[in-house]
């Protein structure tokens, strides 16, 4: 993994004892940033590629980037879509990875034989593959040892529905096999979908039991496990910025084009009264839509809990 400067770690827990304070996550760590809207796949638990954003120029591409580089996120997944659709990826990866974030990349997989993984790999940290039956892709876990020879460290996503939960633990003992990570998140109910949402107290009691029998596997955090069983569990310290640029605030559920990456500080606008106004919009929300990033990443915001929430990505 390339090694971030120590002064934003330093700045990464400024941030959060700043979140502390005013009692609120003013300021995110973690972003996802769908880099397209374009995909291979028609996931039926997914709405993404359903939507018509427009996709930016590489320029513009990288004025985003930038400005995540200058603010609080210490995490960033390059997502879509599918982001290998793009034929600019390798100079946005290489730009990406100059800068002081940890640097994910999110594909369903279906384009990895097409594209060149081993160069791509060198601007990656962590590459992150969906596999599951809604992908329809379960013949790459027999592949997961040619995955790990493209360089960086691979965490297999495996979204689970209400159909699949009883399947879910030989998927994980064949990520436990290779020594390799897997994220394990439910099919939130997104608009313009069928609901494939799992019982979230069911989910939650599997899942435990799984890290406990294949340790140092599944880095889903046992915080989201407890908030989305919770009336009200996420919060604002993460972000999606849509191919635009676009940023719905607080979140993709309840939220409002409120920003675009391309156009001033996002530092500067979490400080504006619109941002704040938002953030107890979110707080009033009672659609517990378990949108895993949303319920996931709040345990970044408190500096007694961030060092555990990055230790699955800094250390095996």
């Given at each position: 993994m390339n090694p971030l400067p120590k002064r934003k770690y330093l700045k990464t827990l400024q941030y959060a004892f700043q979140n502390r304070l005013a009692g609120e996550t003013i300021y995110p760590f973690y972003a996802s940033y769908?880099?397209?809207?374009?995909?291979?796949?028609?996931?039926?638990?997914?709405?993404?590629?359903?939507?018509?954003?427009?996709?930016?120029?590489?320029?513009?591409?990288?004025?985003?980037?930038?400005?995540?580089?200058?603010?609080?996120?210490?995490?960033?997944?390059?997502?879509?879509?599918?982001?290998?659709?793009?034929?600019?990826?390798g100079e946005i990866l290489e730009y990406a990875y100059q800068k002081p974030f940890i640097l994910f990349f999110t594909t369903n997989g279906h384009l990895l034989d097409k594209r060149p993984m081993e160069e791509y790999g060198k601007h990656i940290d962590f590459l992150h593959i969906s596999i599951d039956e809604g992908h329809g892709n379960l013949e790459f876990l027999e592949r997961l040892e040619e995955f790990q020879s493209y360089g960086p460290e691979i965490c297999i996503q495996i979204v689970v529905?209400?159909?699949?939960?009883?399947?879910?633990?030989?998927?994980?003992?064949?990520?436990?096999?290779?020594?390799?990570r897997t994220v394990v998140m439910p099919a939130c109910h997104l608009d313009g979908t069928d609901?494939?949402?799992?019982?979230?107290?069911?989910?939650?009691?599997?899942?435990?039991?799984?890290k406990k029998k294949y340790k140092n596997t599944i880095t889903t955090p046992k915080g989201f496990l407890d908030n989305i069983n919770k009336p009200h569990g996420c919060s604002t310290s993460s972000v999606i910025i849509d191919s635009d640029g676009g940023l719905f605030y607080p979140?993709?559920?309840v939220g409002k084009r409120r920003y675009n990456f391309t156009e001033g500080s996002f530092m500067g606008f979490l400080k504006t009264d619109e941002a704040k106004k938002a953030r107890q919009e979110m707080n009033a929300c009672v659609r517990c839509c378990g949108w895993y990033q949303y319920f996931a990443t709040d345990v970044f915001a408190s500096p007694s809990t961030i060092l555990s929430s990055l230790s699955p990505y800094l250390f095996k």
């Open positions: 769908k880099v397209t809207h374009k995909c291979n796949l028609r996931c039926s638990f997914c709405n993404v590629w359903m939507e018509d954003t427009p996709d930016l120029a590489k320029e513009d591409v990288f004025t985003v980037l930038d400005n995540i580089g200058n603010s609080s996120i210490v995490v960033l997944s390059l997502e879509g879509g599918d982001p290998l659709v793009r034929k600019d990826l529905t209400k159909d699949t939960l009883d399947a879910l633990e030989a998927k994980v003992k064949r990520v436990y096999d290779v020594g390799a609901d494939y949402y799992p019982d979230p107290a069911h989910f939650r009691e599997e899942i435990i039991r799984l979140c993709r559920t």
